[in-house]
């Protein structure tokens, strides 16, 4: 299964006009939340079409998936005006994270091999998810770390204008980590789960 799953929104800035003097001021505001939705099955197969059967739609692939996280950015910046010249007086980015991850209502019932494999496939899928909110968060702080440092311009329209230019960069740069992450990860699943799979199992044999 290939676990990409992430929903993209643009980064929003309001901007404010304000006067005052002073450094710039940044902050960063990050919320998580996370929610399960429940899956039946027996077998391994089972299990597999039901995650493709009730899995979280995602609408950049138009396809399900096993777990999704949903990344939402947004912000305030506003300017001062100083000198004849206009500068960044407060930033403050936001950003939102909502992951969506299975879970198996037969898990108690389950023989040890089923047990051993649910587990592992669900680690992995958590794994997953929370590594696409861990780019976001960094992407958050580098969006704000930017902005705040923006040099002064004469008009505050010109200086909206590179923000709005360092927002779509930002964005951009963001949204290709995103995607290249689950390139690399649907490589390498198989890999991956069996190395886990072995690993588990010896664990439970000590």
């Not at 930017?146 to 960069?169: D, G, M, N, P, Y």
Request: proline residues 2%; glycine residues 6%; contains cysteine.
């Amino acid at each position: 299964m290939i676990l990409n799953s992430r929903l993209a929104t643009p980064l929003v800035l309001i901007l404010a006009l304000a006067a005052g003097a002073g450094d710039a001021a940044a902050e960063t505001v990050v919320s998580k939340s996370i929610r399960y939705y429940t899956i039946g099955g027996r077998t391994s197969a089972e299990i597999d079409r039901e995650l493709a059967r009730h899995g979280p739609m995602t609408r950049s692939t138009g396809s399900r998936h096993p777990g999704t996280t949903e990344i939402r950015f947004g912000g305030e910046i506003s300017y001062a005006e100083e000198g004849g010249r206009c500068r960044v007086r407060d930033v403050k980015v936001t950003l939102n994270t909502k992951i969506t991850l299975p879970r198996w209502r037969n898990r108690n019932r389950a023989n040890g091999e089923m047990a051993l494999l649910w587990d592992t496939l669900a680690a992995d899928i958590k794994r997953h998810e929370e590594r696409h909110a861990e780019i976001a968060r960094n992407y958050a702080r580098t969006l704000e770390n930017r902005l705040s440092r923006l040099t002064s311009t004469r008009t505050c329209a010109e200086l909206q204008k590179k923000a709005s230019e360092v927002t779509e960069r930002t964005s951009a740069e963001h949204d290709a980590d995103q995607a290249r992450f689950d390139r690399v990860e649907a490589l390498n699943f198989e890999k991956r789960l069996t190395r886990l799979l072995r690993h588990r199992a010896a664990q439970q044999e000590r």
